[in-house]
């Protein structure tokens, strides 16, 4: 069982940063490939971003390359996401994930769900 918890989030206007952090613990936590999805009430769960937990580095969604950067603290056990040049279409409910898929982008590979944190950026 791999329990995560997000932190951070908020308001912002838009052009402007937030961060995210997650809190990973748990039996074999460090094998598994953490990363972020979010989800608005019109839309389905979109992929954002997933850091790899063997080395094979990080894969982000074509929506915030170049504006969002992940990073992976396996001595904290955390995982952080700071997003930067935020827009009105970033502002949703962000999930933390963890899955042992190679299938990193696929909302039915996760394992396992934080509960969420809303991110709301204003125009």
């Known amino acids: 069982q791999v329990q995560l918890v997000e932190s951070g989030g908020g308001s912002v206007q838009a052009g402007g940063s937030l961060s995210l952090s997650c809190a990973v613990s748990?039996?074999?936590?460090?094998?598994?490939?953490i990363g972020w999805f979010r989800q608005t009430p019109e839309k389905e769960r979109e992929f954002v971003v997933a850091v790899r937990w063997d080395g094979g580095g990080t894969e982000y969604g074509d929506s915030v390359k170049g504006r969002f950067t992940a990073s992976r603290d396996f001595a904290e056990h955390k995982v952080s996401l700071q997003m930067d040049s935020l827009r009105p279409e970033d502002s949703a409910v962000y999930y933390c994930?963890?899955?042992?898929?190679?299938?990193?982008?696929?909302?039915?590979?996760?394992?396992?769900w934080g509960r969420g944190i809303q991110v709301t950026v204003s125009p």
């Open positions: 994930a963890a899955t042992t898929s190679h299938v990193i982008t696929v909302p039915a590979r996760v394992n396992y």
């Open positions: 748990g039996y074999g936590a460090e094998r598994y490939t």
